[in-house]
Nanobody
């Protein structure tokens, strides 16, 4: 069993920054990737970024590339999402998720454990 707990969301003005954290507990393979997704009101959940648990390979959605950075501290079982130059369209609930196998894709069906989400609101 795996538990994921996100924190760090909040209200920020456009152009500002936030750092989200995801604390993971339970059995996580050294080869498992972790991802961040987001869901805005009335929209489907979409991929934001992913990181390999073992070799730090990263993968970003085009909409956030160059503004967001995913990282992890393996010893702490924690994954971070540093979000800079935030835009109103980044407003969403952000979710941390564990990949079910050994890939690092962008489909929600590839991930089997999810956190409860943390709200990020960017005002214009």
């Amino acid at each position: 069993q795996v538990q994921l707990v996100e924190s760090g969301g909040g209200l920020v003005q456009a152009g500002g920054s936030l750092r989200l954290s995801c604390a993971a507990s339970g059995r996580i393979s050294s080869s498992t990737a972790m991802g961040w997704f987001r869901q805005a009101p009335g929209k489907e959940r979409e991929f934001v970024a992913a990181i390999s648990w073992s070799d730090l390979r990263t993968y970003y959605a085009e909409a956030v590339k160059g503004r967001f950075t995913i990282s992890r501290i393996k010893a702490q079982n924690t994954v971070y999402l540093q979000m800079n130059s935030l835009k109103p369209e980044d407003t969403a609930v952000y979710y941390c998720a564990k990949h079910r196998n050994y890939g690092m894709g962008s489909w929600t069906t590839e991930y089997d454990y999810w956190g409860q989400g943390t709200q990020v609101t960017v005002s214009s």
